[in-house]
Nanobody, 122 residues
Framework: QVHLVESGGGLVQPGGSLRLSCAASGSIFSTDAMGWYRQAPGKQRELVAS??????NYVDSVKGRFTISRDNAKNTAYLQMNSLKPEDTAVYYC?????????????????WGQGTQVTVSS
């Protein structure tokens, strides 16, 4: 099993920055992909960013503003969020999964943390 703990969320003004952290433990390997999702009230959970073997992918709405990374031990993922907008407001979750080499699609694993709330408001 995988245990995931997200942290780093909070209240920030538009244009501000936050860095989210995801501490993972258990059955996690450096070859596994990791992803960040977010879910706003009344909306489906959406994939924001993923990273696999050092290669990041981003949803169009966050390109140029967000950066996903992993630490040297490959057990912690980060999401650096700059130039935040009100539409970025959501609960953010991380996930350990896989990304298909041939299609580029990210497939989440079965384990999720409690998420961390990000609120962008003036």
């Amino acid at each position: 099993q995988v245990h995931l703990v997200e942290s780093g969320g909070g209240l920030v003004q538009p244009g501000g920055s936050l860095r989210l952290s995801c501490a993972a433990s258990g059955s996690i390997f450096s070859t596994d992909a990791m992803g960040w999702y977010r879910q706003a009230p009344g909306k489906q959970r959406e994939l924001v960013a993923s990273i696999s073997r050092g290669t990041p992918n981003y949803v169009d709405s966050v390109k140029g503003r967000f950066t996903i990374s992993r630490d040297n031990a490959k057990n912690t993922a980060y999401l650096q969020m700059n130039s935040l907008k009100p539409e970025d407001t959501a609960v953010y979750y991380c996930n350990v999964g896989r990304r298909d080499y041939w299609t580029g699609s990210y497939y989440p694993g079965d384990y999720w943390g409690q998420g961390t709330q990000v609120t962008v408001s003036s």
